[in-house]
Nanobody
Framework: QVQLVESGGGLVQAGGSLRLSCAAS????????MAWFRQAPGKEREFVAA????????WYTDSVKGRFTISRDNAKNTVYLQMNSLKPEDTAVYYC???????????????WGQGTQVTVSS
């Protein structure tokens, strides 16, 4: 089992950048596929990005391609989401998720963090 804790959210102006971090407990982090999802007020949770256990495979939703980058450091048990050129429509609570299965962009991940708020002002 793994516990996930997000950090790095905040308030930023449009065009700015933030880097989210997700720290995982447990010694088997390197075996987990990891992902970021987000949920805006009144909307369903949506997939943002995912990374395979090795870090060699990456997936992004179309709206963030070219602006967001997912990465991981297995030695630090941490996955990151670098967000550049932020837009007001990126405003949401961002969640980290993990699973030993290759879940991809499905919300069927077994483990979730508590979320971190990202607010982008226009």
């Amino acid at each position: 089992q793994v516990q996930l804790v997000e950090s790095g959210g905040g308030l930023v102006q449009a065009g700015g950048s933030l880097r989210l971090s997700c720290a995982a407990s447990g010694r088997t982090f390197s075996y987990y596929a990891m992902a970021w999802f987000r949920q805006a007020p009144g909307k369903e949770r949506e997939f943002v990005a995912a990374i395979s256990w090795s870090g060699h495979s990456l997936w992004y939703t179309d709206s963030v391609k070219g602006r967001f980058t997912i990465s991981r450091d297995n030695a630090k048990n941490t996955v990151y989401l670098q967000m550049n050129s932020l837009k007001p429509e990126d405003t949401a609570v961002y969640y980290c998720a993990g699973d030993t299965r290759a879940v991809g962009n499905s919300p069927a991940y077994s483990y979730w963090g508590q979320g971190t708020q990202v607010t982008v002002s226009s």
